[in-house]
């Protein structure tokens, strides 16, 4: 169960707690950043001792709808804004030499593209993104679509599915299937859909719990620290603590007979009941680009939950 009482996310280790806020950054500069390290995934993908899990019902909400949100640029303003900000996208073909820092830009721009079409609940076309952002580099639109669609899930747990091969249609929407939409506030709110899956997956990789300390280091490796606004996710602790926890994604409880006192995460019933933990699994590993079979423990684990699970009548968990 989670903490009562006061707010925890005043309930820490000080020792935690580092660095200073800064400034947020508009979401044209957002897709610029690295994505969340390979290495730091790869390392939460260890076999871990698993333990039994609470059997949470299937949630019904469609993963594919979004909240509202400030921005409002049409694919007109948009092709016009880059162009007035990178007149070159206009020029011809670059050499061979600088073929891949050009298509790393086109990249980023239909991120950039694709959080608009998210948070506007639009779908997205292979023509407007010809049209909009890609232009004469029509040759090397498979190659650019699938770096944004692999940043678009790694980095904001955002998945793109097409609606037919024929059609050439896609919706960008929520990965595993949660309903969470709540974005960052600021000028140009952000999805945060990408912590959260990295959360619940540290969480079981680790044996269906986790200590505060493990997930800050793993945090840190990433550039994210406590009391840091970060310039994807914003002030983080609060965000795991408290937001998430109010949400109903995750536990947060101290850890029995610890000293000095310290705490853990666990799965919280909302996670359990919308995410399937057999897909779960067979996404971690997608993303890592490892098999399944080779987390044999917790994937005997997670199927073993879901058939508990499939006993259960399903019912909707909504948060407080």
């Known amino acids: 169960m989670s903490q009562s009482g006061a707010s ?3 309930i820490c280790d000080q020792s935690l707690v580092s ?3 800064q400034d947020e950054t508009p979401i044209s500069n957002v897709a610029e950043e690295g994505i969340i390290s390979s290495v730091v995934i790869s390392g939460l993908l260890e076999e871990a ?4 899990s609470s059997n949470t019902p299937q949630g019904s909400q469609s993963p594919c709808l979004s909240s509202t949100t400030s921005l409002n640029r049409s694919d007109e303003s948009f092709s016009n804004q880059e162009d007035e900000k990178n007149p070159s996208t206009l020029m011809p073909m670059p050499d ?4 891949s820092a050009y298509l790393d830009e086109k990249m980023t721009l239909l991120v950039q593209f694709m959080l608009i079409k998210y948070q506007q609940r639009e779908m997205i076309t292979k023509e407007d993104i010809l049209k909009v952002v890609i232009r004469e580099y029509e040759e090397y639109f498979l190659e650019i679509f699938t770096m944004a669609c692999k940043r678009m899930e790694l980095v904001f747990g955002i998945e793109t599915r097409e609606m037919g091969t024929a059609s050439h249609c896609y919706i960008v929407c929520n990965a595993m299937g949660l309903t969470y939409f709540k974005m960052r506030s600021g000028e140009e709110t952000l999805p945060r859909n990408g912590l959260l899956l990295f959360i619940l997956g540290v969480i079981f990789m680790k044996g269906n719990r986790a200590p505060e300390k493990e997930i800050w280091k793993l945090f840190n490796r990433m550039g994210i620290y406590s009391g840091k ?3 994807l996710y914003g002030e983080p602790r609060k965000f795991i603590t408290s937001d ?7 536990e947060y409880q101290q850890i029995p007979k610890s000293y000095p006192v310290s705490y853990e995460f666990l799965w919280g019933p909302r996670a359990h009941a919308e995410i399937n933990k057999v897909k779960f699994l067979e996404y ?10 080779v987390y044999s423990s917790q994937y005997e684990a997670a199927l073993r939950d879901e058939e508990e699970k499939a006993k259960i009548s399903p019912r909707l968990i909504t948060p407080h």
């Open 96 to 99: 061979t030499k600088n073929l």
């Open 19 to 21: 660095g200073n806020e």
């Open 244 to 250: 998430l926890v109010m949400e109903m994604y995750l």
């Open 49 to 52: 001792p698993t333990t039994e």
């Open 8 to 10: 925890p996310y005043y």
């Open 284 to 293: 971690l590993a997608k993303i890592n680009d490892s098999d399944t079979p």
């Open 229 to 231: 606004n970060h310039i």
